[in-house]
């Protein structure tokens, strides 16, 4: 937070703090998980909720409750359209908060249900997209135990929207959070990029590609219990959805205040991905995944971490993909197919609205 | 939950099952926290839950994690208008989920809140309603310790909705359900009731009354620790939202299969609630409150109880309005003020659509 807005909010004379004042009502890019959501945060949220805000307001909070550390994590899901390749808004809205438990270290426990739902929605579709819930959380193995619905009036909303909340139960020991990304670490992702967001575009109005991208929508925890059980000391994990591994890099090289090297090559990326990015002007590294994680580990673990992630289902395509260096903090860099190096910027706004 | 409709779902072959087959579609009544509500939980989300789903799915789920019991419960918010006399969907949205948690006989600790905002929305807008649940927070003492932010297009929200979700902390040796209710005990509200949704539907448009009635949103927590403090044995606490007095203690006499015996004449109700439910063809027991409790406690107990919420700043009005009877289990009937006998039964939809 900078300190020129860290104090109460006079709502009498609210000016909108720059950057946001460029824009005085909200833009979709407010919601692409870029730099534009972490100003709505660090800019509006942060400063009106005053001392009641906990610092940092991470994807996942840790609490302690008796002897117990507890991961707690919310996430709206309002993707459009609802069904596409791989999955629905259903899954996503399990997987989603159970992997945002997972990114935490923690087990997960319980999820909350709450739907927004427009009237005139038609209940058959809406029991599909239940029974994708219950389906998607008893393979991740949490239990939904309470919940809410609302229903708002026709043109106020788009079918379904559904919020999950989880509590998770984090392990003594376990200690994952983006502050403890240092120089030296191996930099890991679990496996292809790209392929939930060109699932939902591929499936948009007026958009065809030749081949059919699934989603890659799946629940992380085991493939984090299998990389925890090496006894490898887990820096970071973070599983890169809205802004795609660009975001979610630059999020952890700056709240570290560490340099991340990449190389390009190295980079999982199917042809199909490639293609399709090509054909929409979109860079891979920017676009949404929904069952992959980057790591962070110490460099003397890297080589068992992704042996254990090789032979679990969802890390076969595992990589190293770079390095944490004290150079450039803050920086992503990468070092292109031809030999130069290119900045990996934060995203702004979202290539893709409405992607989860 | 019914035994026909507790299999597997065949989406195949789904059919909306009676009652909902009345309707292929959401209707305004679904969310109005009635029987409708009830059956869209009962017969659409828990059999497309399966086994993922948790029996019950009440307003708060206790879970036991290592040595603490926790209230665990969600609750989004869609008010409109936002902001209403005596407070907005801010407030709402702190004191809605803290007052799950109070239900439950937990004290709050900590609350995500996950924003869906319309594209277009004034930023300086969602400050102010961020601020209110700033403050709203710290009266509560709770904490936002985690968020998410979603932005949807224009025409698919409705400026701003809001999920909360919150942890409590359940003391031992509290035990308070629904199923808890037997006959005898004494059954109490702790103030005015009619208040929050009065004060909604007067700031609708194109409706006007001669007074300017309050919402009643508060955050309830302190009045129930005052009274778990007298030791009694509180049996049920149940907040009276959507739907109302009636549609609680209609759900709690179906679920602990007991009569509720009332005497309309010992309701408390404001005149100008008389009034204005009058004028708009209400019952004021089936009028959404947001600031008071509905207590089910065995009558050796009910004198301290009592005495204990006079002497707090949210029970100065509070009293007792009838007992918990052997004779027609499941329902509950008010003695008039002629003399008479009526069945209060749980409304269907709601006669107030989007009031929190």
């Known amino acids: 937070m900078r300190e020129d807005v860290s104090g109460p909010v006079d709502l009498a004379n609210w000016v909108c703090p720059m950057p946001l004042r460029d824009s005085p009502t909200i833009v979709m890019g407010h919601g692409g998980g870029g730099a534009m959501s972490g100003e709505l945060v660090e800019h509006l949220f942060v400063p009106a909720f005053g001392a009641a805000a906990e610092a940092g307001m991470g994807d996942a909070a840790v609490l302690t409750v008796g002897s117990s550390r507890l991961a707690f994590s919310t996430d709206s899901f309002v993707v ?19 992997n945002d438990l997972a990114m935490a270290g923690a087990r997960p426990l319980a999820l ?12 058959a579709e809406i029991a599909q997209i239940a029974a994708a819930m219950g389906t998607a959380a008893l ?8 919940g809410d619905t609302k229903v708002v009036d026709a043109g106020h909303g788009d079918r379904v929207y559904i919020n999950t909340t989880g509590i ?16 030296g670490d191996v930099v890991i992702v679990s496996g292809d990029i790209g392929l939930h967001g ?15 991208v699934c989603s890659d929508t799946a629940p992380l925890h085991g493939l984090v219990a299998a990389m925890l059980a090496t006894g490898a000391d887990l820096h970071v994990l973070r599983d890169p959805t809205r802004g795609g591994l ?54 003397e673990d890297a080589d068992r971490v992704l042996a254990a992630m090789h032979s679990h289902p969802l890390g076969t ?10 150079e450039h903090p803050g920086m992503v860099v990468a070092k292109t197919a031809l030999g130069g190096t290119r900045v990996v910027d934060l995203p702004a706004g979202e290539q893709l609205p409405r992607i989860c």
């Open 246 to 299: 660009a975001a979610s890099l630059n999020e952890i090289a700056r709240t570290a205040k560490v340099g991340v090297a990449l190389v390009e090559n190295d980079l999982p990326i199917p042809a199909e991905i490639r293609d399709a990015c090509g054909l929409l002007g979109l860079d891979p590294m920017y676009v949404a995944n929904e069952g992959k994680l980057v790591a962070f580990v110490a460099p």
């Open 168 to 183: 998770g139960v984090i392990d003594e020991g376990v200690d994952i959070r983006p502050q403890r990304a240092s120089a």
């Open 139 to 146: 393979g991740a193995g949490v239990t939904l135990v309470t």
């Open 80 to 98: 459009k359209p609802m069904v596409f390749p791989g999955g629905s808004i259903g899954e996503l809205a399990i997987n989603g908060t159970v």
């Open 112 to 123: 909350s249900t709450a739907f927004i739902l427009e009237e005139g929605t038609a209940l």
């Open 317 to 326: 395509r595992a990589a190293a993909i770079g390095v944490c260096v004290p």
């Open 198 to 212: 060109v699932a939902v575009l591929s499936c948009r109005e007026g958009l065809e590609f030749g081949t059919t």
